[in-house]
């Protein structure tokens, strides 16, 4: 039996420490990239904090009794919410309306059961049983980025985290914002990172509302202090809004244990919710018109020439009509050097005024949106004349590189080698 030295044994420790190292940031980079996806987003009218205990001969008589009881509690809450009085129906229009029961804490014995329940009813049916106006007055689409700094570091969607998680929880369905919810997978976290945060350019902004369907953005913020490991976290809440991260409130949560995290989170996302509503009560949550898109140039007047009949323009130099017309071009982009090169290509149609790519799939298709002063016709002769394919008509058209064909009259090889 031979006995290694001692740094032998040390050198073998530290490079199995450093492969388990590896392993796990591998691994988390890889969670990271699956993302959150938002659990509901529909409009059902939620109440929350139903406490029930009820005691059956077995536990899933006494469970399903709870459940029961559940939803009576809660439609009584939400009938007095919404000024109907409170009155009770019978237990089968409950089933009807009821669509999800949220189990917040519960706690089954064999004949007993003690839980904090939540009740989703669908809005549609309850409004009208309650003879309201199902319709909600919301806010322009808010694009929402979760920022959270934990231990220094900043971090958005460019890996999985816990307040990210959180915002994916909550329910947007009472709340009067209009909240656009990425899920964090794809081009999330190229496009949305926290360095894009603190950029307050407006172009990039744009074409990133663009790409999601919303009118501005939200930025809330939790700053997370641990006193040590497992033990109380101080979270300090800010709700910023726009461009320039300008900060509309702010307010501190405390919980004594690392366990209770996701609690504080909770909490912190609804009380921002609030913060928002309040300011677009307030109207201080205006989308920013530096964000809408420039308004077109306008048309310059030009005054009409009589000519004679039988003259005839043989400069070959595309003419232009005055009259802008916006294009929509779908195109293959396999690099992101073809979306360079399909953009540089256009522009050097003549009269093409602008040329700016509106939706980025690198590996697929892409979309550009061409302002052409001219008609359509016009610019689809024109890829044609370029080598382009050009497919579709109108204002909606798809384009690909013609494939390059061998010419038919080339010579037969008399000679092959090998």
Not at 5 to 22: E, H, K, V
Not at 232 to 247: C, K, L, T
Not at 337 to 359: C, D, F, H, M, Y
């Amino acid at each position: 039996m031979r006995v290694r030295p001692p740094s032998t044994l040390l050198a073998i420790a530290a490079l199995l420490a450093g492969a388990a190292a590896i392993a796990q940031i591998d691994t988390g980079q890889s969670e990271g990239g699956k993302g959150v996806t938002p659990i509901d987003s529909s409009g059902s009218y939620e109440v929350s904090g139903i406490t029930v205990d009820v005691a059956a001969k077995t536990a899933d008589a006494a469970r399903y009794g709870g459940w029961r009881l559940a939803q009576r509690k809660a439609w009584g809450q939400l009938s007095s919410r919404l000024g109907a009085g409170g009155g009770s129906v019978s237990d089968g229009t409950l089933d009807q309306m009821v669509s999800g029961i949220v189990v917040e804490n519960e706690q089954i014995g064999p004949t007993r059961y003690i839980a904090k329940l939540g009740v989703l009813f669908n809005r549609a049916r309850a409004s009208s049983l309650l003879g309201i106006s199902a319709y909600a007055d919301r806010s322009p689409p808010m694009l929402v980025i979760p920022l959270q700094v934990s231990g220094g570091v900043a971090t958005a969607f460019e890996r999985r985290n816990d307040w990210q998680e959180a915002w994916a929880r909550f329910r947007t369905g009472n709340s009067s914002v209009d909240y656009v919810r990425p899920s964090g997978t794809g081009a999330d976290s190229l496009l949305m990172n926290a360095g894009q945060v603190l950029r307050p350019g407006r172009g990039w902004w744009r074409t990133i509302l663009d790409q999601y369907g919303a009118d501005d953005i939200l930025v809330p913020t939790v700053r997370l202090y641990r006193t040590y490991p497992g033990g109380p976290v101080i979270g300090v809440f800010q709700a910023r809004h726009g461009p320039d991260n300008r900060e509309l409130g702010s307010f501190t949560l405390k919980v004594g244990t690392a366990a209770g995290l996701p609690q504080l989170l909770d909490v912190g996302v609804k009380r921002l919710d609030e913060l928002y509503q309040r300011a677009l009560r307030g109207g201080a949550l205006r989308p920013d018109f530096s964000l809408q898109p420039p308004p077109a140039p306008t048309p310059e007047v030009i005054d009409e020439v009589a000519v004679d009949d039988d003259l005839t323009d043989v400069s070959g130099v595309l003419t232009t009509t005055g009259q802008e017309v916006a294009i929509t071009i779908q195109f293959d982009t396999p690099t992101a050097s073809a979306v360079a090169n399909t953009e540089q290509a256009l522009r050097a149609i003549p009269g093409v005024k602008s040329a700016a790519t509106t939706s980025l799939a690198l590996g697929g298709v892409s979309l550009l949106r061409v302002s052409f002063d001219g008609s359509p016709d016009t610019l689809r002769a024109a890829l044609e004349s370029r080598g382009y394919q050009v497919l579709g008509s109108g204002q909606t058209i798809r384009i690909r590189r013609a494939p390059r064909l061998v010419p038919p009259d080339l010579p037969p090889d008399g000679a092959p080698t090998g």
